[in-house]
């Protein structure tokens, strides 16, 4: 009979097995491991007691040496490594390392200066040449020529700006252009020609100078540079010597080159500054062009400030003769620092300017040694210089040195830990740097800083401390240290700076740290370890300490002394047995060696103690087992209850949403989608709720919006199958009225033929009148009749134009109907391309809407198959949607251009009859006349013989008119030919036309029986 469990039962008895079968299984191996190996122990501790004596003290020393010497080793080489720390060499290379910190400083700042005056220099060269070309472009192009007055003259003031020398000279004037260049002044209320053109350009001051002499000195007559009363500097004299009586450089430039590029002094201030000859339309030269830029920069100024080497240092200026240009200290600005200062280093400096390299000078000034970087920048004729106190910078790098080193010793001594029975303790007693000569320089004792340095110049322990060689270290064993008292381990490592013996780094390192590792072990009941160094002396013992001085190879130890002298010294491992005071105990040793001491561990204890271990452990064993078996026990029965209660939570916590889940996917695979799942779990099984809700919410928004959608659609069908079915009647009519069109230009065309043909008895009238008129005298009775005939074929000809004009104004009236049907075809036919537009929109939306359901779908699994296969469904409905709505839309196409092309014959055909109904208009009046001449023919026959003359002009008139006529119906002809063929055309659009509308009809049905299916297909869901 087959079992059909819940869930919820298979949940539980799930939870019951995991927890209790391997409690059991571990439970029982474990139990029956136990009481074998207790079983066994008990069995070997009775048949070999002594081994398992030796077992045990083997054992315990070898845990103590596995602690013991790692920690001795590596205090050994922490004191190596510690030795060649770069903390030790900058301590006592701190002067070397503080000059060389100053360089680099030092360097970095000039580096700094000279990009920040090359980007000055720079940014001021551009602005130069933009004021130059300035200048240029408005002198010479803009204003137009530059020459001198002949007959109009100046007279100056003119200064020399090196003597203060006043001359009166009298120079010509100077036009540019129409333009002369005034004496101006003012600044503020008068306006100066192109200088003032040129700043408001581009903010660069400019002059205009004049050669006044042969020697090309210049004169300064217009500028915008200003005194210091606010007048523009002008009547300045560029003379032909400096203040020297040296050439001015300004001048030779411009003799020789015709340009001066450099610093000039504008003004009693500094300029960057451009001179350019200046020349009249002869290629004389008769002055210059000045433009200028003040070097003097607030940014550049409050750079070289800053830039200092440490907050006490200077930065300053030279220029290539000593004199200070720029300083901190505003006292010292303009004095010379060779001559004033009496600093005969800075000779060397100013003899050897470097632009590439920065120099480094060093020199005493006020008691104090005084380095300086300085380098030199041409464009300016500046040496810009970094200066600083070096002792300054020795001692702070001597105090940052030992404050570092001090902190690598706190650092080393605090990082020193090890831990015993989970307590901390520091490994070393005191940490020492003492230089070559003894004397202390660091004392770190238990974790502080002594001030109270000694000088260990005559201890034993330091000279040997002096012939220890590179790189090694030397144990001096267990002493007792003459700083705490107590019982240290010293090892001592020199410290060299390359080959240069510097000084000694000593540890002191704690050797309780020993006593606690290898004395807290207890062997048996009164056991214990001890440790003796490579002489047999005791240095480290339950009772003793090295200040006791017990060596074990004394002959008073008996039995102990012999294996002391013959087996631990000599660094052997072994075992025996010895009596002492009529006592057997058992000792076991092992070597413990350091890289350059031999100590030798040992522990011992009496035999009977453990006999006693032996028998406490089977004891101990049997009540552990017991203690085992009830814990296991009351452990299984614990954990059947936990599995239990933890199986039906479970169970329940799954299987009721499980269920909740099961029912409500029935309700939405029957439709109903106005339902969701209710969940407060956080869990898995609240995330699949979750994600059920999400899908069915998801689904019903697609329901709903396939069903808005459906429903548009099927309205824009249904408004399209009306706009179709007007389109159908409107071509209709346009069918019939060109139909009726041709009629007419049909019957237009025989009426104009018959015309023609009158005109052309007409014609042969005219000419046999003309013929007979030479014998009008005798024939007046022929001609009467003549003119009867003639005057009747003229009345109708007369109808006929007159019939023709009536049919050309009705093919008018009815082309412009017919233009105004295919517009209103067109129209319509626009608004099916938008309803066409809205279903493919429409179309687009569903198919997008259709993917995000079909990609809900398929995250949902088994349980969204349903959902997948209506997507698809839907997907199929808008992609034939879109295919029709595109197939009506390129039939629209088709029409709308059959109708454009019917509208463009139409306008044609209008335009023609318009030219037929004026052709006719003229043929009516002509005709007209011709009656009315004919008239007056036939009532003067009867004086006909009077007026012959006349009747021959009038003969003449008569022939030209007609055959006026004759070509005008020639015309009318022709264009009635081109209307017939241009309404036939119109006919066979407006039947192509109608052709496509009917297509578009059924592409419209079609289109509404998609829009009633896809109803159809989502009315089944409910959604609310």
């Not at 200066?113 to 408005?138: H, P, R, V």
């Not at 960057?272 to 000045?290: E, P, Q, R, V, W």
């Not at 105990?585 to 204890?605: C, E, M, N, R, V």
């Not at 997507?871 to 409905?877: P, S």
């Amino acid at each position: 009979m087959k079992i059909n469990l819940t869930l919820k039962n298979k949940l539980m008895i799930i939870s019951v097995c995991l927890c209790v079968i391997p409690i059991l299984i571990i439970g029982g191996v474990s139990v029956k491991k136990f009481h074998s190996f207790t079983q066994k122990t008990i069995e070997k501790s009775f048949n070999s007691l002594e081994d398992q004596a030796y077992s045990l003290i083997r054992t315990g020393l070898s845990a103590d040496i596995e602690k013991i010497n790692p920690l001795l080793i590596r205090a050994e080489k922490l004191v190596a490594a510690f030795a060649n720390s770069p903390s030790f060499v900058r301590f006592t290379n701190a002067e070397e390392r503080a000059i060389a910190l100053a360089k680099n400083i030092a360097n970095q700042k000039i580096d700094g200066l000279i990009k920040a005056c090359n980007i000055q220099y720079e940014m001021t060269s551009e602005k130069l040449d933009q004021g130059l070309y300035a200048i240029e472009f408005i002198a010479q192009e803009k204003k137009g020529s530059i020459y001198l007055s002949t007959n109009e003259f100046f007279p100056w003031s003119s200064i020399n700006p090196y003597t203060d020398e006043v001359n009166e000279i009298l120079v010509p004037a100077i036009y540019v252009g129409v333009e002369k260049i005034d004496k101006v002044y003012s600044y503020e209320d008068q306006f100066a020609p192109i200088v003032d053109d040129v700043q408001e350009m581009t903010g660069v001051n400019s002059a205009i100078f004049q050669f006044v002499n042969e020697n090309k000195e210049l004169l300064r007559i217009s500028t915008n540079i200003q005194t210091i009363d606010g007048t523009r500097a002008i009547g300045v004299l560029v003379p032909e010597l400096d203040e020297n009586g040296l050439p001015n450089p300004i001048i030779a430039a411009l003799k020789k080159e015709g340009e001066y590029k450099g610093l000039t002094c504008e003004n009693d201030e500094e300029y960057f500054s451009i001179y350019k000859t200046m020349y009249n339309d002869s290629g004389f030269m008769i002055g210059a062009l000045y433009v200028g830029v003040p070097s003097k920069d607030k940014n550049l100024n409050q750079t070289i400030e800053q830039s200092k080497v440490s907050p006490d240092g200077t930065t300053f200026v030279l220029n290539s003769d000593g004199t200070i240009i720029f300083h901190s200290k505003d006292e010292y600005k303009g004095q010379n620092i060779v001559s004033d200062f009496k600093i005969e280093a800075f000779t060397e400096l100013l003899e050897n300017k470097s632009e590439k390299d920065v120099n480094f000078l060093f020199y005493r000034f006020n008691n104090l040694l005084h380095f300086t970087a300085y380098i030199y920048f041409k464009p300016r004729d500046w040496i810009i210089c970094v200066s600083d106190v070096i002792e300054k910078f020795v001692e702070k790098e001597k105090i940052k040195a030992h404050e570092v080193l001090k902190k690598e010793v706190q650092n080393i001594y605090q990082s020193s830990i090890i831990l015993i029975k989970n307590k901390s303790y520091q490994v070393f007693n005191n940490i020492r740097l003492i230089n070559p000569k003894g004397k202390e320089l660091l004392s770190y004792c238990k974790g502080a800083f002594h001030n109270d340095l000694q000088n260990r110049s005559e201890d034993q322990w330091f000279k040997e401390s002096l012939y220890i060689e590179k790189g090694n270290f030397k144990n001096y064993g267990v002493l007792i240290s003459e700083v705490s008292g107590e019982e240290i381990l010293r090892i001592a490592s020199p410290i060299y700076d390359n080959d240069q013996f510097t000084g000694i780094i000593v540890f002191d390192f704690d050797w309780k740290l020993v006593k606690r590792i290898h004395l807290s072990r207890v062997y048996a009941r009164t056991g214990y370890s001890f440790i003796v160094n490579e002489k047999g002396i005791i240095v480290s013992h339950p009772e003793f300490s090295v200040k006791d001085h017990k060596n074990l190879c004394n002959p008073m130890y008996g039995q102990l002394a012999d294996i002391t002298r013959q087996q631990m010294i000599n660094g052997k491992t072994g075992q025996k047995r010895f009596q002492r005071n009529g006592v057997d105990y058992l000792i076991h040793y092992i070597p413990l060696h350091t890289s350059q001491i031999k100590y030798s561990i040992a522990a011992t204890g009496p035999v009977k103690e453990f006999l006693y271990i032996a028998n406490r452990i089977k004891e101990d064993s049997q009540q552990e087992l017991k203690g085992i078996m009830r814990f296991i026990l009351l452990s299984i029965i614990f954990c059947i209850i936990i599995s239990m209660v933890i199986g039906f939570i479970v169970s329940k916590s799954i299987s009721i949403p499980i269920e909740k889940s099961i029912d409500f996917a029935s309700k939405v695979s029957q439709g109903d989608l106005s339902q969701t799942l209710k969940s407060k779990n956080k869990d898995e099984v609240g995330y699949l709720l979750s994600a059920i809700n999400t899908i069915v919410l998801t689904f019903r928004k697609i329901v709903k919006e396939v069903t808005s959608n459906s429903e548009k659609m099927g309205s824009s069908s249904e408004s399209m199958v009306d706009i179709a079915g007007k389109l159908s009647l409107h071509s209709e009519k346009v069918s019939e009225q060109t139909g009726s069109v041709t009629e007419t230009s049909e019957a237009m065309t025989k009426n104009i033929s018959m015309i023609a043909k009158k005109i052309e008895d007409v014609d042969h009238s005219v000419k046999t009148i003309s013929k007979n008129t030479e014998t009008v005298s005798t024939n007046i009775d022929l001609m009467s009749d003549a003119i009867k005939s003639m005057s009747s074929a003229m009345t109708e000809v007369g109808e006929n134009a007159h019939n023709g004009h009536e049919l050309a104004a009705n093919a008018v009236e009815m082309a412009n109907k017919t233009g105004e049907t295919m517009s209103q075809l067109s129209i319509a036919a626009d608004e099916i391309g938008g309803v066409t537009q809205v279903i493919k929109r429409l179309a687009y939306k569903t198919n997008l809407i259709a993917i995000n359901a079909s990609i809900e779908a398929s995250s949902a699994g088994d349980a969204g198959r349903g959902f997948q296969v209506l997507a698809k469904n839907i997907q199929d409905f808008a992609e034939q949607s879109n295919r029709a709505a595109e197939d009506i839309a390129m039939r629209i196409s088709s029409v709308q251009e059959n109708v454009s092309k019917a509208i463009e014959d139409i306008t044609g055909f209008s335009n023609i009859i318009k030219d037929i109904n004026f052709s006719s208009d003229t043929i009516v009046s002509s005709v007209e006349e011709q009656i009315q001449a004919a008239d007056e023919i036939s009532s003067n026959a009867l004086v006909a013989n009077d007026s012959l003359q006349k009747i021959v002009q009038s003969m003449s008139n008569l022939l030209r008119d007609s055959n006026d006529i004759s070509f005008n119906i020639s015309n009318i002809s022709i264009g009635a030919v081109d209307v017939s063929q241009s309404i036939k055309n119109v006919s066979q659009a407006t039947q192509d036309s109608h052709k496509s509308i009917k297509e578009v009809n059924l592409s419209a049905l079609e289109l509404d029986r998609l829009a009633i299916d896809l109803e159809k297909v989502v009315c089944d869901f409910k959604t609310k």
